[in-house]
T-cell receptor, first 115, second 114 residues
Framework: DAGVIQSPRHEVTEMGQEVTLRCKPI?????LFWYRQTMMRGLELLIY????????DSGMPEDRFSAKMPNASFSTLKIQPSEPRDSAVYFC?????????????FGEGSRLTVL | AQSVAQPEDQVNVAEGNPLTVKCTYS??????LFWYVQYPNRGLQFLLK??????LVKGSYGFEAEFNKSQTSFHLKKPSALVSDSALYFC????????????FGKGTKLSVIP
């Protein structure tokens, strides 16, 4: 089976531009998580969904960040406008309810550089 | 609230020697504990977990971890390190009765020296 698929793998953009990161979770998984990884702050949970519904978005840094999950097989994380401090690796992860209590499957990440 | 501490930013060990990567946690109730590994430019990969039962948990690639409730620790161990074990290791916790979100430690960089 395919794992969690993220795109793009690398994105370089200029400050002020809109950035959209995409994620396709593993089929049958009903939880989807967005994480951000930086050297300074480590791995931070931004938001997570259950059955396409946002459950906890308290980790979203500010209103410039938004996330959607229009269906069970697709999610986006959007930053508008982007700023240099948003430069990080963004990971998507998914899991399935009722299966062994919590193992997350991560995508390969999207490395964002905002100039 | 739940939290994880990995007290060492970096651990260096010679190839063939035993390795330990430390982790302590804090949760209100019973913990579910996990170790993940991240190789350069890759996502996190699951190594092992403790849910209940035997305090010594065995996982992938010869790794094991020991749950110690009194010390609230879950240290990762391997009897004989390989150069290919060099990577970033993350400990994570969630509470048994809590939400499904994992809290991760900041990670420990393991370098195995040939």
């Amino acid at each position: 089976d395919a794992g969690v698929i993220q795109s793009p793998r690398h994105e370089v953009t200029e400050m002020g531009q809109e950035v959209t990161l995409r994620c396709k979770p593993i089929s049958g998984h009903d939880y989807l998580f967005w994480y951000r990884q930086t050297m300074m702050r480590g791995l931070e949970l931004l938001i997570y969904f259950n059955n396409n519904v946002p459950i906890d978005d308290s980790g979203m840094p500010e209103d410039r960040f938004s996330a959607k999950m229009p269906n069970a097989s697709f999610s986006t994380l959007k930053i508008q406008p982007s700023e240099p401090r948003d430069s990080a690796v963004y990971f998507c992860a998914s899991r399935r309810t009722g299966v062994n209590t919590g193992e997350l499957f991560f995508g390969e990440g999207s490395r964002l550089t905002v100039l | 609230a739940q939290s994880v501490a990995q007290p060492e930013d970096q651990v260096n060990v010679a190839e063939g020697n035993p390795l330990t990567v430390k982790c302590t946690y804090s949760v209100s109730g019973n913990p579910y504990l996990f170790w993940y590994v991240q190789y350069p430019n890759r996502g996190l990969q699951f190594l092992l977990k403790y849910i209940t039962g035997d305090n010594l948990v065995k996982g992938s690639y010869g790794f094991e971890a020991e749950f110690n409730k009194s010390q609230t620790s879950f240290h990762l161990k391997k009897p004989s390190a390989l150069v290919s074990d060099s990577a970033l290791y993350f400990c994570a916790v969630r509470e048994e009765a809590g939400s499904y979100q994992l809290t991760f430690g900041k990670g420990t960089k393991l370098s195995v020296i040939p």
